[in-house]
């Protein structure tokens, strides 16, 4: 009966031990709450599929891509993978084919999952919902 018991002490201590750390990014949540008209002269990349924007707001910028005529994304332009570097800020390539930060040479799909690291994280992503010609970018 104690080798059963010491078994399962052993076993509880083992998935304690194996529980989440909460280890990730660490990029500092902001208040993100951004309302634009993508119909608007300011914003003309916006008018075509995969058309991006850089915006003010989040903690270092955000990025916004047109997926498609009813779906945008908005991310967050720090790398994920030391997002408080001074020189840590993703932007398109000049290739327009994928992201990077040149800080740190990371790669990113623009669906902002890492294709090429060190970053292992995808980017911070913000919520967007689209109503009419407005978008809604918040946290």
């Not at 078994?7 to 529980?19: A, I, N, Q, T």
């Not at 951004?34 to 991006?52: A, E, F, K, M």
Request: proline share 4%; with cysteine.
């Amino acid at each position: 009966m104690a080798k059963r018991w010491t078994s399962l002490l052993v076993l509880l201590l083992l998935l304690c031990g194996c529980k989440d750390q909460g280890i990730g990014p660490g990029i500092p949540d902001v208040p993100v709450s951004i309302q634009l008209n993508v119909s608007s002269l300011q914003y003309p990349q916006l008018r075509q599929d995969g058309g991006y924007v850089y915006l003010q707001g989040g903690y270092n910028g955000i990025l916004l891509v047109r997926q498609n005529a009813n779906l945008y994304t908005a991310f967050e332009r720090a790398c994920t993978y030391d997002p408080t570097a001074s020189c840590s800020q993703v932007e398109v390539d000049a290739s327009n084919l994928f992201l990077i930060d040149k800080c740190c040479g990371s790669q990113f799909n623009f669906q902002g999952n890492v294709t090429a690291g060190p970053a292992m994280y995808s980017l911070k992503q913000y919520q967007t919902s689209l109503m009419g010609n407005v978008l809604y970018i918040s946290n």
